[in-house]
């Protein structure tokens, strides 16, 4: 059982552009989102979060968008850079903070020169 | 500073032989994670440890994984006997706060 969905395995992007990636989740009790960027050989690492009382939160180049009502969030990377080239997971935790941590399937984007 | 640190990074063994995965994690972090990757999905949480506390282990499938956090500091995972769908990446993780994970790189076991 998903609790964490993400429907796309792969994106495209031509450098320069924006790279857009979606998380769908389906428990209302989930309130803290994680973006995690996961190279080859390498374990995962933060890149941004958002809780439940915000509906955007943004870093730099990357900004996640929450929508609650739709238990939708997503990550616009702009502009991407061919560096961006990674999986990228998403994860949610049902409590303030990310103890417990629930991961989508992740999605491999792929940054063209 | 020194990130999380795992050991071995790969391991091929028998099926029905045991295996053990090691992990440093950073330094002053008192929560340490374990989680199983497999192919083509996203980590999923084993165990849990506050200091040498196991807090959470319900995923853990008890009757052949164990793990310890002696000390509260280094942690060990263990598998025995290990079976054909244990093949997966092991990644262990550490965090101050409840904010951010820090994960190692991993140990990729292939049980042939």
């Known amino acids: 059982d998903q609790q964490v969905k993400q429907n796309s395995p792969s994106l495209s992007v031509q450098e320069g552009r924006i790279s857009i990636l979606n998380c769908d989740y389906t428990?209302?009790?989930?309130?803290?989102f994680l973006w995690y960027k996961k190279y080859p050989a390498e374990g995962p690492t933060f890149l941004i979060s958002?809780?439940?009382?915000?509906d955007k939160n943004e870093d730099g180049r990357f900004t996640v968008f929450l929508n609650k009502s739709a238990k939708h969030l997503s990550l616009h990377i702009v502009p991407s850079q061919p560096g961006d080239s990674a999986v990228y997971f998403c994860a949610a935790s049902a409590q303030t903070g990310a103890n417990n941590l629930f991961f989508g399937t992740g999605t491999r984007l792929t940054v063209i020169p | 500073e020194a990130g999380v640190v795992q050991s071995p990074r790969y391991k091929i063994i028998e099926k029905k032989q045991p295996v053990a995965f090691w992990c440093n994690p950073i330094?002053?972090?008192?929560?340490l994670y374990w989680y199983r990757q497999n192919l083509g999905q996203g980590p999923e949480l084993l165990i849990r440890?506050?200091?040498?506390?196991?807090?959470?282990d319900s995923q853990l499938p008890k009757d052949r994984f164990s793990a310890e956090r002696l000390k509260g500091v280094d942690s060990t995972l263990k598998i025995q006997p290990a079976e054909l769908g244990d093949s997966a990446v092991y990644l262990c993780?550490?965090?101050?706060?409840?904010?951010?994970?820090?994960f190692g790189p991993g140990t990729r076991l292939t049980v042939t």
């Open positions: 958002i809780s439940s009382i915000k």
């Open positions: 428990n209302s009790m989930f309130d803290y």
């Open positions: 993780a550490s965090s101050l706060s409840p904010d951010e994970q820090y």
């Open positions: 440890y506050e200091n040498e506390e196991a807090v959470d």
């Open positions: 330094s002053g972090h008192n929560t």
